[in-house]
């Protein structure tokens, strides 16, 4: 008899427990995939367009692909007012009646080269000493 009704003080106490759990409000976040692309903004009438966001490039031996502003252009699709000139490693040449414009995937960097005497084997031993140095 102790038995049955420690069973069924179990089950109260359970019952109890999941319908406080259900009432109580949920604080968990939505999760965002991180790998989506950003959506777009939609702009009010009048309002001034944000400039274009190159957000990918997509390289292979038979396409040239990007994604501006979410959305997915090739060479010669248009962009807004803008056609694609060029889809290069780096940026995105658009071309419109004001000229061209370059979206770089990286804004604010730059490739340069570095100038090291010895060929190959000499760049190797001194990008290994800049990186021991640091």
Known sequence: MA???TAIRICAIGSL???AAAALPAHAQ???DPTRPATAVDVAPGAQ???PVLQSILISGTRR???IGAQLV???DRYGDAQIAQILEDRVVLRNEKGMQTLRLFPGIEK???AVRGGFDAAVRHNNIEKHKE
């Open 3 to 5: 038995e049955h009704l």
């Open 17 to 19: 427990l999941c319908t």
């Open 30 to 32: 939505e999760l965002s």
């Open 49 to 51: 367009a944000a400039a």
């Open 65 to 67: 692909e990007a994604i």
């Open 74 to 76: 090739r060479v010669g």
């Open 112 to 114: 340069r080269a570095v």
